[in-house]
């Protein structure tokens, strides 16, 4: 494979290329700490930067593994500051179990996937305060809220990436009510594919009272 390092010492004898397996592209494969999703291009040139940047996960960079009964979307409590409701989010990847033997690396949110639920009521004030602890930048976008330019999450768009380690604040009030949810709005193939998005639920200020 071009660009690979996968740690042998160098007067390690090449063997033949008769006697290599082969790997099948159609399948997720493991590269020293790397993930490679199925479908992999590669190409002479392909450096082992470029590869790191097309993997699905660096194991290397796991935080946190999940106790195998976790479960997602889990309800999340605000703090009421001066009438405004905080929910702190933090980013993270995680080993998260999909079946009580069966898991994998995941983007989560609050060690959780799907992150937790939020319910609000239209017309709160809210503030979400938001840790990046993943390896890469990361942002969350409010899908189908309406809000100010500025606290949308667009990455490179409406807002710089939150960079790892780093933190952003995101604060509006909210118009309308529904069910919505929010992702993360960078790298998106990788991060809302493997588990960076949660349930956004805003209860009407006004219930209707026929339902």
């Known amino acids: 494979m071009p660009g690979m390092n996968m740690g042998a010492s160098p007067q390690n004898a090449i063997p033949e290329i008769s006697a290599l397996p082969e790997s099948p592209l159609s399948t997720v494969t493991r590269m020293g700490n790397l993930v490679m999703p199925p479908g992999m291009i590669m190409t002479p040139d392909q450096s082992m930067e470029a590869m790191q ?5 660096d194991l290397s960079k796991v935080t946190y593994t999940a106790p195998a009964t976790a479960r997602g979307d889990q309800s999340l409590q605000s703090k009421l500051v001066n009438g405004v409701k905080v929910f702190n989010l ?8 999909i079946l009580p033997n069966v898991q994998v690396s995941a ?10 639920r939020i319910r609000i009521t239209q017309g709160d004030r809210v503030r979400f305060i938001v840790r990046n602890s993943l390896p890469d930048p990361t942002s969350i976008h409010w899908h189908g809220l309406s809000v100010p330019n500025k606290m949308d999450g667009s990455a490179d768009v409406t807002q710089k990436p939150i960079p790892p380690g780093g933190s952003f604040t995101y604060e509006f009030t909210v118009n309308q009510a529904g069910t919505f949810f929010y992702h993360s709005h960078e790298a998106v193939d990788r991060q809302q594919g493997l588990g960076l998005y949660g349930a956004l639920i805003v209860d009407p200020k006004q219930p209707d009272p026929e339902s």
């Open 53 to 57: 940047d097309m993997a699905a996960v």
């Open 90 to 97: 933090e980013t993270s990847l995680i080993k998260w179990n």
């Open 107 to 116: 983007y989560a949110v609050n060690k959780q996937v799907p992150g937790p």
